[in-house]
């Protein structure tokens, strides 16, 4: 049977990773549990808690013990869900073990999960898979949680069969006993860099060298202590081994989707809309400006025929990031990776891909070396000391103190599920990148 889960904490406390790493330690004894799966769903959802993620996991249980798990869960969600805020609406489903209805169903499967985490569902779309597939559910309050809990089962069926096709990664998560909820992280930053610098960057988002931050670990009243991020499993562990930090409850590896972009879209035609999260291709057409709050904004006309401009901003948090965008200039062609927010793209990353670094300026006189005059409009240049002319203006190549290929925002300000740098050099990728860390 597999199980998704979704919106049981609130910020004031809980995880929904936290109650998903509960009931896999307590239904092992039902059966064999799974790796769970951490998904990260659309990022600009406005109801999320935080990094809008939902849970999963599989356990192999006997015939005739499904209920008594369902009971056991639906107990556990109940008990540690923060149903006292308004925000949390608890929601579980149940798929029944039955492979040959799980190929039949993956195709409704594969167009939820990747539309949770592109799109803006409803509770209806999610109702309308479950009742076609006759899958069991269990939901609190106004159940909404239900979209996210499909989403998370779903990617479990999806990314069993086809690892290739969906990215993933891993992440340990280390979670704190329940007497220190809400006090003061004890963690050894020291160590957390010498395990970072032992193991980076097949693990990664642990520490923010440039901005001199630890960023693996959150700040708020919930029961995690910290995550590891990476693509080896030894190397997670290794760094979990480094790390000094005060006695934990218990810990869990997950399957995820984070670091891999799956939330960006290439649109094709269709109009872009707000709360979606795009890559578009596109040339510089205002200069980039600071504004009020130190945010960089500016604007590029898009590419793709009658999709006109579109205004791009990089916010105060991506730090020195804001510095690549302040050394764009009108004409450059790039490719800008981000959501839209009213109307306005909220980067994450770009690609610069066409410097326009050629300057045209007043062409030297042959004898003397000056700068030639203008000669009046379309008149040409002259030297007004030796007399000599020229046509044209000199085209020099300006360095533009930038270079071409991919930048990203820091750790400090990156979405779980956008994809660093690093991972894409670290499987090759044939472009320049500029990593941030
Ligand atoms: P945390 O990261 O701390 O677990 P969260 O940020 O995941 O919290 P939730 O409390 O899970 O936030 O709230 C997100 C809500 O949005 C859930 O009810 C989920 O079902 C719903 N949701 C997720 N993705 C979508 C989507 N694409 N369209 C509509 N609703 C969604």
Known sequence: M???IDDTDSRKGMCTTYLCAVLVDELRKYGEVSTPRLVRLNPCIPFKTRGNGA???????????????????KVRVSELSELSEEETNPGVVFIDNDTKKENDNKSMLKNFYEDAVREVLTLEDAYVIISNLHFDYFGLKNKRGIIGALAAAS???????????????????????????????????ASVWKADAATYPLTWDTVDVANKEIVFAPHSPCPVLFGIRGDSVDAIYKTYELIDAEPEERNMLFI?????????????????????SYILDGV??????????????????????????????????????????????????ITVFGALKKETLNLEKIEVMKLNNVAERNPRCDKCGRRM??????QGYRCKRCGTFKADKDKVIVDRGIEEGLYEVPPVARR????????????????????SR
Request: aromatic share 10%; hydrophobic share 30%.
């Open 373 to 378: 005059k203008s000669a009046g409009r379309q």
């Open 416 to 435: 779980h599920i956008s994809k660093p740098l690093i991972r894409m050099r670290m499987e090759g990728a044939d472009k320049e990148i500029h990593p």
């Open 2 to 4: 597999i199980v998704g």
């Open 256 to 276: 995820t989707n984070q670091g891999t972009d799956f939330h960006l879209i290439r649109p094709y035609k269709e109009k872009l809309q707000d709360y979606h």
């Open 284 to 333: 510089v057409s205002s200069s980039p400006r600071t504004i009020e709050g130190g945010h960089v904004v500016f604007s590029i006309s898009l590419s793709e025929k009658n999709r006109g401009t579109i205004e791009c901003i990089a916010y105060e948090p991506t730090k020195g990031f804001r510095d690549i965008i302040r050394k764009l200039q009108v004409g450059d062609g």
């Open 55 to 73: 849970v999963s996991f599989e356990i192999r249980i006997a015939k005739g013990e499904e209920e008594k798990v369902k009971e056991v869960i």
């Open 155 to 189: 990617f479990l069926v999806l990314q069993k069969s086809k690892p290739d096709y969906y990215d993933f990664t891993y992440e340990l998560m280390a979670y704190r006993r329940k007497e220190r909820w809400g006090t003061t992280r004890f963690i050894d930053e």
